[in-house]
């Protein structure tokens, strides 16, 4: 037996935790890394830990070709040049917070410099002459000539009149062009009576930035604010390369060049007395005149002015063109821009929950998207690509969007968002479905086409089909969510599968989906089934068993079994019986009501079976040894029968038909054991290189399933051990947690990088 060959799996784009969705050069459908014309362009996906993999998209194999270590950090975003060799860096370093470098030999094409905090987000012109942006944390973004790249400028705080190059913002500072070096350029001031202010503050205690004196008296009209006074969340350029953007967490603006409307915190008097003294009257003292060449951020008592702006620059200069939206954009932090194809339009994602679409020329907003009401609808990323407009919602959740009809998205594709411990599966009218359950408590569902010859044989390496397939393009190209969260650099990944994010109703035909009801399990869901009446039986951390109707997909008070230890592991047979194995307990629960209990079995029990015909049950426990109950009533009776495993117990269950107990261990070995028999050894069987954590039998009870902590799946055939299908990294960032049969041919796995996957297996 081994696996059939097919069509490799459709490459995927990742979105990780702090990152964005956008497109890259040459990018010939949603998702897809760019591609030259010259040469096979790879993905370069990278993660927190700072390192950044290139893998050759054009091969079936998708092999690895080089990994960097740019600097010791989590990478925040990528960037390509519009030729695809050279690749910009950035995220949370410790001396640098970013690079640029050839993608295929790693020679360095210019510095990043010019913040002390980390960089959020970098994107380069697509067109020459080469031009390079970066927003950070300190409240800046940088503009960059280049190759190779060096330091123009700070975006934002300079002098009318002055060089680029010549004033940076950040507590009067001085910084020479070429460099990231700074000098102080002015004492610290404390604002006094003396200042013509009393009781409010500035200077390095409370401002962001510093402007030179104009004269012995300088006023405002002299002075350009610095743009953006909170963190710079992200930077791009239009595809023309004509103009790029910059978003902010919070920009607060300052009264100058652009001077804004008071804020409420601030009553206008105060502010029209304070205008008046530092333009009109001669400051006295060093302090005096040191405030009037000052703009001061009023920070005292929440005295700030805080507008929400996305500015527009020109591509190639740097110089300031437009801020849209006038004093505000959005009514919270904005977290991302992305241009339209033809550089004419901007979708803005914001903290408020909403997206906008912008028109750049007219400085107005064309469509404003209303996302929700909850805290999670808050919109982290957004993507325009061709004529898909996408958000990401600090749920998870990929929303697209519908410019005909703002209020409502044409899609949201939801799932799990924390790493999933169990699934099970269940057919109901022609569909199967799964059930998948995560680390935080969520249930997804997911309907799965009925059985037909199309799921006969095939690839055992691949998919047989996407679970999620949002992007209505040539490839089929699936979206991927990270189970660490929203974030900010869309980053191309290898593998096969698809992530979801939260309890939903999945169809793999067509995409649509649904979620439960009510309130679920408030922690991990470590085991669940479906029972004979077709309810959904779940355990979880939080000390309880739940019985959900899979019918009203919602969750009722009214089927929660509390119990007094937490539960590891559930099973259920006929008549209504439910068995729970606890921390050192065994329950036996009698329609929804428990019954009877086994209190310090002398064991600490694991894992759970129940035979199929109902009258035996099978724990396993951390002894290595698995033990026989009978049912009874409503009570458990121990057979005193003893089956050796040759390590600690991690899963065990009873074939379809109930002749055979397959054992899986901690010391790499299934073993299965004949009922008929006196449940004597049938067979042993090897082939795992780690710890054996779930196994499942096939619907033909010919063949078995087995995962591993070392992210393999091996599909076993009863009647011959060597004869075996190997699925190798079935999940390359996590061990399989758990797996199921939706038919003879179709196995669901899954692990805890969030995803859920099919596999179509060949014999």
Not at 138 to 159: L, M, Q, S, W, Y
Not at 503 to 527: I, L, M
Not at 685 to 702: M, R, T
Request: one cysteine or more; proline letters at 7%; hydrophobic letters at 35%.
């Amino acid at each position: 037996m081994s696996a059939g060959s097919g069509a490799p799996p459709a490459a995927r784009t990742r979105c990780w935790p702090e990152a964005r969705l956008r497109p890259r050069p040459h990018e010939p459908a949603l998702g897809l890394p760019a591609r030259s014309e010259h040469f096979s362009l790879p993905a370069v996906p990278a993660d927190v830990s700072g390192k950044l993999r290139i893998w050759d998209t054009t091969q079936k194999e998708h092999l690895l070709k080089y990994e960097y270590q740019p600097f010791a950090g989590k990478i925040k975003d990528i960037a390509w040049t519009e030729d695809s060799k050279r690749i910009a860096v950035v995220g949370e370093g410790r001396e640098k917070f970013g690079a640029v470098f050839l993608w295929d030999s790693g020679s360095s094409v210019g510095e990043i410099t010019g913040h002390n905090k980390v960089i959020n987000s970098v994107d380069i012109k697509q067109s020459r002459p080469y031009r390079l942006a970066t927003g950070s944390d300190d409240n800046c973004a940088a503009f960059f000539e280049g190759p190779p790249f060096k330091f123009k400028f700070t975006i934002g705080v300079r002098a009318r009149g002055a060089k680029r190059g010549s004033w940076a913002p950040g507590r009067g500072a001085l910084a020479r062009p070429g460099t990231g070096h700074r000098r102080s350029a002015l004492p610290a001031v404390r604002g006094t009576r003396r200042a013509g202010l009393a009781g409010h503050t500035w200077g390095r205690e409370a401002g962001r930035a510093s402007w030179p004196r104009r004269g012995p008296h300088a006023s405002s009209d002299h002075l350009l604010p610095q743009d953006h006074g909170r963190f710079v969340n992200c930077v791009r350029f239009s595809p023309d390369g004509n103009r790029f953007a910059t978003a902010s967490a919070d920009g607060q603006v300052r009264a100058g060049a652009e001077a804004p409307s008071p804020s409420p915190a601030l009553p206008r008097a105060d502010l029209a007395a304070w205008r008046t003294h530092i333009t009109q009257q001669p400051p006295s003292g060093q302090r005096g005149q040191a405030a009037a060449c000052r703009l001061p951020e009023l920070t005292s008592r929440g005295d700030t002015f805080s507008f929400l702006k996305i500015y527009i620059y020109d591509g190639k200069t740097g110089e300031k063109v437009c801020a849209l939206g006038g004093d505000k954009a959005h009514d919270g932090g904005i977290y991302a821009v992305s241009w339209s194809p033809d550089s004419t339009h901007l979708l803005s994602a914001s903290g408020d929950k909403t997206s906008k679409i912008w028109d750049v020329s007219v400085n107005s907003v064309v469509s404003t998207f209303p996302m929700g009401s909850s805290v999670l609808d808050q919109q982290l990323g957004c993507l325009w690509q061709r004529a898909h407009l996408l958000s990401v919602s600090l749920s998870g959740y990929i929303n697209y969007l519908d410019r005909d009809n703002p209020s409502k998205p044409l899609r949201v594709v939801k799932g799990h968002s924390k790493s999933i411990q169990c699934l099970t599966v269940h057919k109901n009218g022609g569909k199967s479905y799964i059930y998948s359950g995560s680390h935080d408590g969520h249930i997804n569902i997911r309907s799965c086409p009925a059985a037909s010859a199309e799921h006969g044989p095939g690839c055992g390496r691949a998919p047989r089909v996407p679970l999620l397939c949002p992007a209505q393009s040539q490839s089929r190209g699936e979206l991927e969510t990270s189970p660490l969260g929203p974030g900010r650099a869309a980053l191309p990944s290898p593998q096969p599968g698809f992530s979801l994010t939260c309890p939903h109703y999945w169809d793999s035909e067509t995409g649509e989906n649904d979620s439960f009801a009510g309130k679920g399990h408030t922690n991990q869901v470590s085991r669940m089934t479906v029972d004979e009446s077709g309810q959904l039986v779940s355990c979880s951390m939080d000390d309880t068993v739940r019985y959900t109707s899979l019918v009203l997909r919602d969750y009722s008070g009214q089927g929660v079994v509390k119990l007094d230890v937490q539960p590891k592991c559930v099973a259920v047979g006929p008549g209504g019986y439910t068995v729970v194995v606890c921390i050192g307990q065994i329950v036996l629960l009698k329609d929804q009501k428990k019954c009877f209990s086994i209190d310090n079995p002398g064991y600490e029990p694991e894992v759970v079976a129940v035979h199929p015909g109902g009258d035996t049950v099978a724990v396993g426990g951390s002894d290595g040894n698995v033990r026989l109950y009978s049912i009874l009533g409503t009570t458990l009776k121990d057979e005193g029968k003893l089956l050796e495993a040759k390590g600690p117990v991690t899963d065990l269950a009873f074939s379809h038909d109930g002749a055979f107990l397959a054992v899986c261990d901690a010391s790499k070995v299934v073993t299965v054991f004949s009922v008929a028999d006196g449940y004597s050894e049938n067979n042993v069987f090897y082939g795992h290189h780690a710890k054996i954590v779930c196994l499942a039998w096939s619907p033909d009870n010919e063949h078995f399933a087995s995962g591993g902590m070392d992210m393999m799946v091996y599909v076993w055939t009863l009647s011959d051990p060597e004869t075996r299908v190997k699925i190798q990294d079935a999940h390359r960032l996590h061990h399989v947690s758990s797996l199921a049969w939706l038919d003879e041919h179709t196995l669901v796995t899954t692990s805890h990088d969030a995803s859920v996957k099919e596999w179509t297996i060949a014999y």
